[in-house]
């Protein structure tokens, strides 16, 4: 937690997180099927590129925080994949 760590480095006098329990909360998390974002993506939508991130987040599993903060110097090329979200076809083939 950062304001543990900002204690320990005596940035902050006192630890204002000590009393602080965080609890994991179970619960039944449901996801969108290839069929359901195959719909989704056919439906207009006012802004597309949010549309295209929000599709790009359900096949990459990244959050809203990281998509914002997401770079082209992030992504890693090891082969030649060609993926089409905004058509959302299945290539004929890939390079593994």
């Known amino acids: 937690m950062v304001i543990k760590k900002a204690f320990e480095d005596d940035i ?6 000590a009393n602080i329990v965080i609890k994991k909360i179970e619960g039944n998390r449901e996801y969108l099927n290839i069929e359901e974002l195959r719909k989704l993506n056919d439906l207009p939508y006012s802004n597309e590129n949010v549309k295209s991130t ?4 359900c096949f990459t599993g990244l959050l809203l925080g990281d998509l ?6 992030d992504f890693r090329m090891k082969a030649v994949i060609c993926i089409w979200f905004s058509t ?5 083939s890939t390079i593994n």
């Open 88 to 92: 959302m076809k299945k290539p004929k």
């Open 68 to 73: 914002i903060n997401l770079e082209f110097k």
């Open 12 to 17: 902050l006098k006192h630890n204002y997180a």
């Open 54 to 57: 929000f599709i790009f987040s």
